[in-house]
């Protein structure tokens, strides 16, 4: 099972550049989101959706779009990209929302750096 | 301030210590989860307690959650170097929102 993909793995962007981080799940998880994850700061979550055609904002959105035209992708847009953004991102999903103490299930993360 | 804040933040041990690890909060939740993550890869669920006073035992892991669920500790008896990685815990401010705290990074020396 492929579970949550994210791609591209690595990527350098100068200030200023977009760039979309593509996430997709093969599970038909209705639940989906984007982490950061900084050192000594944790994870943190920057958007969700509950279901296609569902997104809402999470604890840091600033910066940040994202769609779910699917159940399988979410895409996340960094429309300017500023150096504040640089960090490791990344995608989870989930069976359902977390009433039913569903898991968190992780993809490999990306790695951006602006410079 | 994080919503759960875990402790110590970094912990270097021999192979065959034990540890525990804390993640406190002072908000109380329906239920906590464990993950441990390792470099270059995403978290991966090991635990999730859901009743007050819980005790789950996962090999030489053991979770507790408080009695008040605000609190939860992580237990490893005979630590492995296999054991190394990063601890989070983690839990659902709603249905919709699952906060973590910033982890435990154990390093266990052969």
């Known amino acids: 099972n492929a579970g949550v993909t994210q791609t591209p793995k690595f990527q350098v962007l100068k200030t200023g550049q977009s760039m979309t981080l593509q996430c997709a799940q093969d599970m038909n998880h209705e639940y989906m989101s984007w982490y950061r994850q900084d050192p000594g700061m944790g994870l943190r979550l920057i958007h969700y959706s509950v279901g296609a055609g569902i997104t809402d904002q999470g604890e840091v959105p600033n910066g940040y779009n994202v769609s779910r035209s699917t159940t399988e992708d979410f895409p996340l847009r960094l429309l300017s ?35 | ?18 540890l525990t690890v804390y993640c406190n909060s002072s908000s109380v939740f329906s239920s906590l989860q464990w ?25 030489r892991l053991t979770f507790q959650f408080g009695d008040a669920r605000k609190d939860s500790s992580l237990h490893i008896t005979a630590a492995q170097p296999g054991d190394t990685g990063l601890y989070l815990c983690a839990g659902a401010e709603n249905n919709n929102d699952m906060r973590f705290g910033a982890g435990t990074r154990l390093t266990v020396k052969p």
């Open chain 1, 81 to 115: 990209a500023a150096p504040s953004q640089t960090s490791v991102y990344f995608c989870a999903s989930s069976q359902t929302d977390f009433s039913y103490n569903s898991p968190l299930h992780f993809g490999n993360g990306t790695r951006l750096t602006v410079t």
């Open chain 2, 1 to 18: 301030t994080q919503l759960l804040e875990q402790s110590p933040q970094f912990l270097s041990i021999q192979e065959g210590e034990n």
């Open chain 2, 35 to 59: 993950y441990r993550q390792e470099p270059g890869e995403g978290p991966v669920l090991l635990v999730t307690v859901v009743t007050g006073g819980e005790v789950k035992k996962l090999k």
